[in-house]
């Protein structure tokens, strides 16, 4: 067995250890603002731009529908976004934020701090890593693709 693969060797695992640790620090400053990981992403997407229309969400953070549709709905029930059928074509759903929901970005600023602060890593460093995982995401996709 002596040939066989270290689990601490594996890039997926250093990747998911990664995140995991990464959703943990954000956790504490995410439950202020009463949000979980996978809504703040959404709330990502829209405070950089909204409308979006359900497809165009789903897009952005990689989900299909069958996962975005309950984190939507979770969404409207705290009162940050609407859904509403498009006026020129009912077929798509848009969805707003609420003022509530615009103005929950103001305490979000705290979120990445957070991280930074606890990477231990200097600017440079965090946006190095940052391009390194893009480009890493971006020739993973590409080869599940193909």
Known sequence: MSDAPRLNHQVCFALYSASKAATAVYRP?????GLTYPQYLVMLVLWE???RTV??????????SGTLSPLLK????????????AL???RRVEVHLTETGRGLSEGAGA???RLADAA????????????TLLRLTAAL???DKS
Do not use: C, M, N, Y
């Open 74 to 85: 979770r969404l409207e029930a705290l009162g940050l976004v609407d859904r509403r059928r």
């Open 49 to 51: 731009e909204e409308p």
């Open 120 to 131: 231990g890593l200097d600017a440079a460093e965090l946006a190095q890593l940052h391009t």
């Open 88 to 90: 020129d074509d009912e």
């Open 29 to 33: 400053v995410l439950e202020s603002l």
């Open 141 to 143: 996709q590409a080869a």
């Open 111 to 113: 979120v990445p701090k």
């Open 55 to 64: 497809r165009e969400l789903g897009a952005a953070l990689g989900l299909d």
